[in-house]
């Protein structure tokens, strides 16, 4: 079957580096994609990788390795307004995207 | 507009009732979404449509049905409402080109079945 695990939540300092993985299992394989949510709001786009490596974008940066089926989110500089869930989806053959449960973050000051 | 939009934001409805939630984004984007988002769950694909006139089965299509008239409006419908359908329902969008292929989401419908 297909599946996602990524840890239930996560607790983190202001200012601090903090890494939160992903494992997928999915029919076919079209690029994992990182989404933030903050409480009560809608997901919003923050990173896709498709091959190996890893991809930077600000304080933010994901890693893919789509021979162990795993990739994380690295956050940097920790800010009050990062505590969010963070979902972590792979997109499947079909083009359908496969989501965790997310990954809530509660960044302390 | 901008974007996606839903409506409404919120509702409480009697199990039995018949309830569409709306859905309209101004994107161009061919191909649209719902999601149910569930306490410990992740989100859980309803019904899709990858062009208008267009739609598809996702994971939980029971109870919910859909059509896609024109690019734009993506209405998700629930013929009987009953209690397991209280959730948050998102709707989504995407270019459906490319190679990446991201999803962009309305703000959603927190929708209460008693």
């Known amino acids: 079957g297909q599946n996602i695990d990524q840890p239930t939540e996560m607790t983190a300092t202001e200012g601090a580096i903090v890494q939160i993985n992903c494992t997928y299992q999915t029919s076919g394989f079209n690029g994992l994609f990182w989404y933030q949510q903050h409480a009560g709001e809608a997901p919003t786009f923050l990173s896709y990788n498709v091959l190996d490596g890893l991809e930077e974008k600000g304080r933010f940066s994901s890693f893919l390795s789509r021979s162990k089926g795993y990739s994380y989110l690295l956050l940097k500089e920790l800010q009050m307004k990062d505590s969010a869930s963070y979902l972590c989806a792979a997109m499947d053959s079909n083009y359908q995207l496969i989501w965790g449960a997310g990954t809530k973050l509660i960044i302390k000051p | 507009i901008a974007g996606i939009t839903q409506a409404p934001t919120s509702q409480i409805l009697a199990a039995g009732r018949r309830m569409t939630l709306r859905c309209t984004q101004d994107?161009?984007?061919?191909?649209m979404y719902w999601y149910r988002q569930d306490l410990g769950l992740g989100l859980r694909l309803i019904h899709y449509?990858?062009?208008?006139?267009?739609?598809g089965k996702g994971e939980v299509p029971d109870g919910y049905s859909v059509s896609r008239a024109n690019t734009d409006d993506f209405p998700l419908t629930l013929a009987s409402a009953v209690p397991s359908q209280t959730s948050v329902y998102f709707c989504?969008?995407?270019?459906?080109?490319?190679?990446?292929?991201?999803?962009?989401f309305g703000p959603g419908t927190r929708l209460t079945v008693l």
């Open positions: 989504a969008s995407s270019p459906l080109s490319g190679n990446t292929d991201t999803q962009y």
């Open positions: 994107m161009r984007h061919n191909a």
């Open positions: 449509s990858n062009t208008a006139g267009t739609t």
